[in-house]
Structure formats: structure tokens, C-alpha cells
């Protein structure tokens, strides 16, 4: 029996907890494990390379990746613990700080031959591969949501949202991915 003067801990909840995974031979959308985001800052006297910050991700392709002029992104699919944290904004200095954003962000992965066509549905970035290569990232709209995508492979993109934002984008997604769901 519970005591009814304390309050439960609030328990955190996948911000697309009930979101099915789309699959079909042209395109896949999957909600991705809300591991970790952080944002890295570098200061402007101290230009800083993305290569120094490769080796503080977790080893995973494009964990880095470029979100404009002297910032990027730390993403992995495992939750960092404060120690864990600790030691990397310490890493980071004094060329660059990190802002830990993972309670935040949401990341959905989007792929197959039909990925491209089916983004085009609702951005105005050029993602071709040949203008869009694996390892570019860009911040764009997708419909009205601003998102930040990094092509993850040939025919493979990784989008991170605002939390607040997932459901929706996601749910634009689902019915960009629509005709291309018919197989």
C-alpha cells in the first residue's frame, strides 16, 4: 500500500511511445532510442575541428555532425550518466562547451530507395546524394517544423526535432511516407 503523502517521481516517456514502425520495400520511419544529444559550442577565439570531437562520441557513423558555424552535435543511442557528462564538457574546454540536450531532442530515422522523394514531399533542401553526401547536416523546415537532418547513408537520414515537436513531424512523416507504403 502506497503512502498517499508522497508524491511518485515523475518516470520519463519516449516522446513516441505508441509510434509503429513504417516499413515497406521504398521507405522505412523508425523512432530512434532517445540516447543522448549534445549540443557543443565552440568559442570564437578558439576554432575547434570536428575531427578533436570524434573521439568524444561513442564510435557510431556520423555521431558528430555539424549544426552551423562552430556548433555540432554529440548523438548516440545510449543515455549518458552526469559522470559521463561531466567528463566530456570537460573534454570540451576550453575550445568549446556542451550543452546536454537529449531531454529535448528526438531523433526518427527515415530510409530506402524512396527516402529522398519522400522528404522532398515536405523540405526544400537539396538532398540529393550528389549535392547531400553521407556525413552532411543541415537544419531545414519539414512542413512547418524546423528539424536538423544528417544523411546516415545512401539512402538513410537521421532527423532530430525539439521534443515538444516529434509527434507532429513524425506524424507528417507517416503521411509523406503514405504512397510509398503501398507494397
Same mark, same amino acid.
Not at 60 to 75: E, K, L, N, S
Not at 166 to 176: E, G, K, V, Y
Given at each position: 500500500?502506497?503512502?498517499?503523502?508522497?508524491?511518485?517521481?515523475?518516470?520519463?516517456?519516449?516522446?513516441?511511445?505508441?509510434?509503429?514502425?513504417?516499413?515497406?520495400?521504398?521507405?522505412?520511419?523508425?523512432?530512434?532510442?532517445?540516447?543522448?544529444?549534445?549540443?557543443?559550442?565552440?568559442?570564437?577565439?578558439?576554432?575547434?575541428?570536428?575531427?578533436?570531437?570524434?573521439?568524444?562520441?561513442?564510435?557510431?557513423?556520423?555521431?558528430?555532425?555539424?549544426?552551423?558555424?562552430?556548433?555540432?552535435?554529440?548523438?548516440?543511442?545510449?543515455?549518458?550518466?552526469?559522470?559521463?557528462?561531466?567528463?566530456?564538457?570537460?573534454?570540451?574546454?576550453?575550445?568549446?562547451?556542451?550543452?546536454?540536450?537529449?531531454?529535448? @531532442? !528526438?531523433?526518427?530515422? /527515415?530510409?530506402?530507395? &524512396? $527516402?529522398? *522523394?519522400?522528404? +522532398?514531399?515536405?523540405?526544400?533542401? %537539396? =538532398? #540529393?546524394?550528389?549535392?547531400?553526401?553521407?556525413?552532411?547536416?543541415?537544419?531545414?523546415?519539414?512542413?512547418?517544423?524546423?528539424?536538423?537532418?544528417? @544523411? !546516415?547513408?545512401?539512402? /538513410?537520414?537521421?532527423? &532530430? $526535432?525539439? *521534443?515538444?515537436? +516529434?509527434?507532429?513531424?513524425?506524424? %507528417? =512523416? #507517416?503521411?509523406?511516407?503514405?504512397?510509398?507504403?503501398?507494397?
Amino acid at each position: 500500500m502506497s503512502d498517499p503523502r508522497i508524491t511518485p517521481l515523475l518516470t520519463p516517456q519516449p516522446a513516441l511511445r505508441g509510434c509503429t514502425r513504417l516499413v515497406s520495400r521504398a521507405i522505412r520511419l523508425e523512432a530512434l532510442p532517445e540516447g543522448h544529444v549534445i549540443q557543443v559550442l565552440g568559442t570564437p577565439d578558439a576554432p575547434l575541428a570536428m575531427e578533436r570531437l570524434s573521439p568524444l562520441s561513442d564510435g557510431m557513423p556520423q555521431a558528430v555532425r555539424a549544426a552551423g558555424p562552430g556548433q555540432w552535435f554529440i548523438v548516440g543511442d545510449r543515455a549518458k550518466t552526469h559522470a559521463e557528462l561531466a567528463d566530456l564538457f570537460a573534454a570540451l574546454q576550453p575550445e568549446a562547451f556542451g550543452v546536454d540536450q537529449s531531454a529535448g @531532442r !528526438v531523433r526518427i530515422r /527515415a530510409s530506402g530507395p &524512396m $527516402v529522398e *522523394r519522400m522528404l +522532398a514531399k515536405g523540405t526544400a533542401a %537539396d =538532398l #540529393a546524394v550528389s549535392r547531400f553526401p553521407v556525413g552532411d547536416a543541415t537544419t531545414t523546415l519539414i512542413g512547418h517544423i524546423a528539424a536538423h537532418i544528417t @544523411r !546516415v547513408g545512401d539512402e /538513410a537520414f537521421e532527423i &532530430m $526535432v525539439l *521534443r515538444g515537436f +516529434a509527434q507532429s513531424l513524425w506524424d %507528417d =512523416l #507517416a503521411r509523406m511516407s503514405a504512397a510509398f507504403l503501398e507494397d
